[in-house]
């Protein structure tokens, strides 16, 4: 990313609702849907990836993923370490 240095751990769920299934990315609020748990599995790292993707194209940093994702500052710290 941008202005690098760090990680930031991306947690992925995948759940069904209304005869669907859903793949989601808590922390940055990414979601997909499909027909089979795999393929939304499948579909929420897509959809992650060209997130982070589009955000680093247009200059965005970790600081403003973790701002985005609703966290304070110590706790971004500590979530790059």
């Not at 202005?3 to 922390?27: I, M, Y």
């Not at 849907?33 to 579909?43: N, S, V």
Request: a negative charge; one cysteine or more; proline letters at 0%.
């Amino acid at each position: 990313m941008a202005g690098g240095g760090g990680f930031v751990s991306l947690h992925f769920c995948a759940f069904e609702e209304d005869g669907q299934w859903v793949g989601r990315c808590q922390e940055l609020g990414v979601s997909t849907c499909a027909e089979t748990r795999a393929a939304a599995e499948a579909g929420i790292v897509e959809a992650t990836t060209l997130y982070l993707e589009t955000l680093e194209d247009e200059g965005t940093t970790l600081r403003d993923i973790g701002s985005r994702a609703g966290l304070t500052e110590a706790e971004f710290i500590t979530l790059i370490r």
